[in-house]
């Protein structure tokens, strides 16, 4: 569960949200800090789930713009369920799931270092919760990647987004 807060420093309205919420509008004007009692979130700076996003685990987020560096508040959340099975994942450097292929089931913080390939395009998720980040050592803008198949980033309003390093959601963050 997280409570958010309209003003920084956890002033103002607040709100308890308990799963995923695609735009906070209809339930606050402007979110500015949070807390996290449980669980795993990732926040966005637009609606349904678009904009720079954020991972949130337990903890208090009494500035969270200027901690992220953020121009526009909390817009949407999405849950992370907690995951502790085992941890599979396919990326690829094209779109459709073309060219070079490797499969992960741990973190790596380099594609190009550990693979010689030049960023994923595309991903399998086959079990696991992961962070895909843009840069190498897990630098960079991150997005949320749960079980399912992602063929085509760029059709998914990242523009021509190369994700660089990953890593899983352990059940240890919870």
């Known amino acids: 569960m997280v409570t958010f807060y309209e003003d920084r420093n956890f002033m103002g309205r607040s709100w308890d949200c308990m ?80 060219g070079q292929m490797h499969e992960f089931m741990d973190d790596c913080d380099n594609c190009m270092d550990r693979y010689r390939m030049n960023g994923c395009m595309s991903c399998h998720v086959m079990d696991g919760h992961w962070l895909m980040y843009e840069q190498p050592h897990y630098r960079g803008r991150m997005w949320y990647f749960g079980p399912g198949e992602y063929r085509n980033f760029m059709n998914m309003g990242w523009g021509n987004m190369r994700f660089m390093s990953m890593r899983r959601v352990m059940d240890s963050w919870y």
């Open 19 to 98: 799963g995923d919420c695609s735009d906070m509008h209809s339930y606050m004007s402007r979110c500015h800090s949070c807390r996290v009692h449980s669980g795993c979130f990732m926040v966005y700076d637009q609606a349904n789930y678009m904009g720079n996003s954020y991972f949130m685990r337990r903890g208090e987020y009494g500035d969270y713009m200027n901690m992220f560096g953020w121009n526009n508040c909390i817009r949407s959340c999405r849950w992370i369920p907690m995951y502790r099975g085992n941890y599979r994942m396919r990326i690829y450097d094209r779109n459709d799931f073309g």
